[in-house]
């Protein structure tokens, strides 16, 4: 089998754990695997050299950063190389100039255009690991780029999806993907799989063991994922498309903290000044997560939706500045929202679910503010203090303890 | 007027020292000149980073450890840049790739085979300073490659020979080329310029401003270099082709410790017995400086060679395991030896500047035991306790202190 493999930074960040991940390498190596590796920057290294730029210049160019930054993940892919050829395992590092990959030239930010892995595949051929600096392209004309947040498990499945691997292992020092948060249900299971979609909804929910991006790469190339732990033997969560979507199966709750629920009231049923009121808070780079308009009773709209609580007070802002253009009635704040959400394939079809997420809450006197739904997906916005009790209870109902 | 500026590691230390460099760097441009730049890692981080590399394998293939290596050079040139940047001026860094420096593979030691200067023409038509990582380049298949010690004075050379630049500045924590260490002779004075053939003979007798092999780069492509300070504004030394290369001018006394004088006697006059000596030598390794060969009266002839006081032993057991093999007679030893030397063009045509060497040595009470000439050189060894006076005697025997 040819297998991309991806260790994060804390799995590579001292010579004992190049050691570790190294000797991981060597094992699928002896099994008779073709064995791509990507790195990211060790341990703190790239913290280290954003602070260093930010002595000398606070707004230092982008494109710099990135050639500064890029160094660490070069630097890191060399000393696994150092020591897989320490275990006797032939090895070569490439950084994304030599591996072909490139981008954009959206710098800090680069989308990977395309990859051009013909020196991997020589490599391969004469049976060496090759160890790929992840988080970096090229653009165009040779500049270095950096993939933003997350950016080398991009690198690590689109790798994968060039080479047309069998598997795509996500190392990190999390053994898979649980139905929740381990520290919050404590009836929490691991999964042994779970759809693109699911996982989909479930990291932009806050479980961040893999990168949104790198997810939906593997979608659109359907690449398999692997999620495993660096740190043990045991067997990860496999990411991939599922055959059966039409059995319905609640695979997970997560939770969201830290949400403020903004209404603007009496707002004229004209698609017009909804427009106005988000792209008022885009101007200003203000996130916004869920979205509901409801029709009141006066002919009137209300539109709702939910900000960062670190976005609330320039969205607040921002919109009282601008009550006459948008020609609203008023404003309603709920400050101290979390977001509970139940994930699962084939949720849309199936009002059971909806059903039994409302059912749950009921049961304990959790109060809910808005209700957003997806395919895959019912999110409620409650009370902060209430999130532990509903995701606990929305676990308990679906019976998740018993899925693996 | 194309300048090509070089800056050592110790000039860009810090954030400090990098705005230093990069003020610098601004009043050339102001001057209305295009400006590329040269760095080398910042102080310490090669070092850091081959003590990494040594934590995890001992044995680290060569290409590994250029691919860590090269790192550090591309991180003091982004920070340079952001350093230029922040003072208002147009910058770009450029690792070995971008800059199309084209090595031979010999990892760890390559030689620059050929510059492709598309891309530092390109923005330097824009106006922007290009700061290129130094010490680097790109083998045929695109591996990098470090170019062994000085290799960023090397690049420099080498870049500013490509741009048809109109000099090269060497910028160290000394501001120009010495008649003699000032540490040493105190009537030691800077010189306005000096050829490239007494450079050349200065350097490899430890002068260490430049390095030698930028040197004979500069002399093979005709370009001027200067060496000045990075930390003072004093003028510096300019080496260049001299015009009247009759002129006899001893430019400089050197001098270097740590010497050790092996003869083998009694050798069979045949220089296939020669030829044995030196590659039994060459085979561990064993680098040896001056060679002196003299007939005795018993027709056979003695051989002497300096070593370096590390080698000695491997040198003197090499030689003595073998002595049936060479057919010697036997096997001469001097200890703790060092080696003064006069540089300046045309010595060898005028018989008066040997005899002041000896001279001045004679007036001192200093036994010679070996001489050894070139064309701008004459070097004698002598007993490390007498070097400070054979360099201070030679010095004031040539006026020295009047040159400039």
């Known amino acids: 089998m040819l297998i991309v493999q991806k260790y994060g930074g804390s799995s590579v960040a001292d010579s004992t754990k190049l050691f570790n991940v190294a000797s991981r390498i060597a094992n699928t190596v002896n099994e008779g695997n073709s064995v791509v590796v990507v790195v990211s920057a060790q341990g703190k290294t790239t913290d280290y050299l954003i602070n260093l730029s930010k002595e000398i210049n606070l707004d230092a ?29 032939n090895a070569i590092s490439m950084n994304a100039y030599q591996a072909g990959i490139h981008s954009t030239n959206t710098f800090g930010n680069a989308k990977i255009k395309s990859i051009n892995p013909g020196r991997i595949l020589k490599e391969l051929e004469t049976r060496k690991v090759v160890v790929v600096a992840g988080f970096q392209g090229i653009d165009e004309i040779g500049n270095i780029t950096t ?48 759809s693109f979609d699911e996982m989909l909804e479930l990291a932009s929910m806050g479980a961040k063991v893999l990168n949104n991006r790198a997810v939906e790469l593997a979608k659109k190339s359907n690449t398999v994922i692997m999620s495993a732990s660096s740190f043990s033997d045991a067997m ?17 709750v997560a939770g969201d903290k830290n949400i403020v629920v903004v209404t603007v009231l009496g707002v004229k049923a004209n698609s017009m000044y909804i427009y106005k009121i988000f792209s008022l808070l885009a ?50 704040v ?15 079809n199936n009002p059971g679910v909806a059903a039994g997420v409302f059912e749950a809450l009921y049961e304990n006197n959790i109060n809910i503010y808005l209700v ?3 395919e895959v997906k019912i999110s409620a916005i409650i009370d902060e203090s209430n999130l532990e009790l509903a995701m606990n209870a929305i676990h308990k109902k679906f019976n998740m303890e018993n899925l693996h």
Chains 1, 2 share one sequence.
């Open 283 to 332: 101007r200003e780079n203000i996130s916004v997560d869920v979205i509901v308009q409801c029709t009141n009773n006066v002919g009137t709209v209300d539109v709702s939706f939910t900000v960062k609580r670190t976005d609330a007070k320039d969205a607040i802002n921002i919109i009282n500045e601008n009550m006459n253009k948008i020609e609203a009635t008023g404003l309603k």
């Open 236 to 252: 990860g969560t496999y990411v991939k498309d599922t055959e059966g979507l039409e059995d319905v199966n609640v695979k997970g």
């Open 147 to 194: 993939l933003g947040r997350g950016g080398s498990d991009t690198t690590a499945v689109a790798l994968a999806a060039a080479l047309k691997a069998d598997r795509c292992d996500i190392y990190s020092d999390v053994d898979g993907i649980y139905t929740a948060d381990p520290r919050v249900v404590t009836d929490a299971v691991k999964l042994d799989s779970i």
């Open 334 to 348: 709920v400050e101290n929202c979390a977001k509970v959400s139940a994930v699962g394939a084939g949720m849309v």
């Open 372 to 374: 957003s739904t997806s």
């Open 61 to 89: 160019s982008k494109r710099e950063l990135d050639m500064l930054l890029a160094t660490g993940e070069q630097q890191s892919a060399a000393l696994l190389t150092m020591t897989l050829e320490k275990l006797g395992i």
